[in-house]
């Protein structure tokens, strides 16, 4: 089994930057799809960010394209998201997940983490 913690979160300014951490357990790390997602308050969990098991494909929400960059480093079994140019749109719980394949789509993952929180304020 996957379990996962995610770091990093906390209180910020507009036009700052935050680096969210998720650290997975497990020796298979490599062959997981990752994702990022988050739900802000009055709203539905939402796709943020999508990244292969081998780190060569990502794919992104609209609203952060440009802003935000997953990334991965498997030795450390760790995903990371940079998120810069911060807006307060952007506040929410911030959730990692894993998947069984490279997806955008919640259902498809099989293991989540207990979330981060992001406020950034005006």
């Known amino acids: 089994q996957v379990q996962l913690a995610e770091s990093g979160g906390g209180l910020v300014q507009a036009g700052g930057s935050l680096r969210l951490s998720c650290a997975a357990s497990?020796?298979?790390?490599?062959?997981?799809?990752m994702g990022w997602f988050r739900q802000g308050p009055g709203k539905e969990r939402e796709f943020v960010a999508a990244?292969?098991?081998?780190?060569?494909?990502?794919y992104y929400a609209n609203s952060v394209k440009g802003r935000f960059t997953i990334s991965r480093d498997n030795a450390k079994n760790t995903v990371y998201l940079q998120m810069n140019s911060l807006k307060p749109e952007d506040t929410a719980v911030y959730y990692c997940?894993?998947?069984?394949?490279?997806?955008?789509?919640?259902?498809?993952?099989?293991?989540w983490g207990q979330g981060t929180q992001v406020t950034v304020s005006s």
């Open positions: 990244i292969s098991g081998g780190g060569r494909n990502t």
């Open positions: 497990g020796r298979t790390f490599s062959t997981y799809g």
């Open positions: 997940a894993a998947a069984g394949t490279y997806t955008v789509t919640a259902t498809h993952y099989d293991y």
